[in-house]
């Protein structure tokens, strides 16, 4: 399979290409700078240079390869300096997942490219009201702290347009990943979280109520690659099998990286240090089931429970 992978050299893609060399697949992989073309070329893929905002560039790359398959794993987020200003942080990636995607579909169309995959994100979008865990039938939040209202915006627009592919013969898939954890993101060796809980930086917030649901960085990988060879429309959850409370993940996290057990603050005054947003992330989100994506691509997590991939990531 000819596969176009926006997105090759962030966190998924670095594990993505060698799978999909490794499979027999033809991979197309963009990077928007000169110097990490001998990087994917050494994966063996066919390095493409281009801005994933640049709708004339990536209308040329992909009408050139020709795919059977376009890939999204476009994201531009370095780090997480404020919770506060959540909206600004997240600005290039609300971007990309906007205009991003509709210049790739706008491209696979033009390249009568069948299947169209691209990366959104579960956990915090979840409607925070009900059960702890929600499944992909269950509705996102209408009322999400403001400061991550145009965030959730562009995960809808992202997830529409894909789901909507289907109208003009393209096959679109949505994966939502959990909490990034694994090599090169926050949740990594030296990462930005696991450094601030070594720091004991990374406080419990309120009453810890918050549930999380985490995916080792290689699990989103592998639920790619199965996207890829069972294509059906519609939204899967690529996540673990056990969603935690953050009373319950953070304080081992902290013992798995050898650090002291984390400060406990009142709500109030993790308001005044990290908004709404940080308030709401450890007291209100919901988890997210798998058993959508178990049933109907035959995924299976590497990395069952964090528990277990905390202990063999960190």
Do not use: C
Not at 8 to 26: D, I, S
Not at 90 to 110: C, Y
Not at 168 to 194: K, N
Not at 266 to 294: D, F, Y
């Amino acid at each position: 399979m000819k596969i176009f992978l926006a997105g090759a050299t962030g966190a998924v893609g670095k594990r993505l290409v060698p799978m999909l060399v490794a499979a027999g697949h033809q991979v197309f992989a963009t990077t928007r700078t000169k110097d990490k073309v001998e990087l994917l070329r050494a994966q063996g893929a066919e390095p493409v240079v281009v801005d994933g905002l640049d709708r004339d560039g990536l209308m040329k790359a992909v009408m050139a390869a020709r795919p059977d398959a376009i890939v999204h794993h476009m994201t531009a987020l370095a780090s997480m300096k404020s919770l506060k200003r959540f909206d600004d942080e997240f600005a290039v990636t609300n971007r990309l997942r906007t205009e991003g995607t509709e210049h790739l579909l706008a491209a696979a169309r033009a390249a009568g490219t069948r299947l169209f995959i691209a990366q959104s994100y579960t956990g915090w979008p979840n409607e925070r009201r009900g059960g702890r865990v929600k499944t992909e039938e269950d509705p996102l939040d209408d009322n999400p702290p403001q400061a991550m209202s145009k965030t959730l915006a562009a995960i809808r627009a992202l997830e529409q347009m894909t789901v909507n592919a289907s109208t003009v013969g393209v096959t679109g898939m949505v994966l939502r990943v959990g909490s990034f954890y694994g090599p090169g993101t926050s949740l990594g060796a030296g990462g930005e979280i696991v450094e601030a809980v070594r720091g004991r930086k990374f406080p419990l917030v309120g009453n810890g109520a918050g549930v999380w649901s985490f995916t080792h960085i290689d699990d989103v990988a592998a639920a790619t690659r199965r996207a890829l060879e069972h294509p059906v429309t519609g939204i899967f959850n690529i996540v673990d099998d056990e969603p935690a409370e953050v009373a319950e993940w953070l304080p081992d996290l902290a013992s798995v990286v050898g650090a002291k057990r984390p400060f406990h603050v009142p709500t109030w005054v993790g308001r005044l240090a990290i908004g709404e947003v940080g308030v709401s992330m450890m007291t209100m989100i919901r988890g997210s089931s798998n058993a959508k994506a178990k049933r109907v691509l035959g995924w299976q997590p590497i990395y069952a429970t964090w528990r277990d991939g905390f202990r063999r990531a960190l």
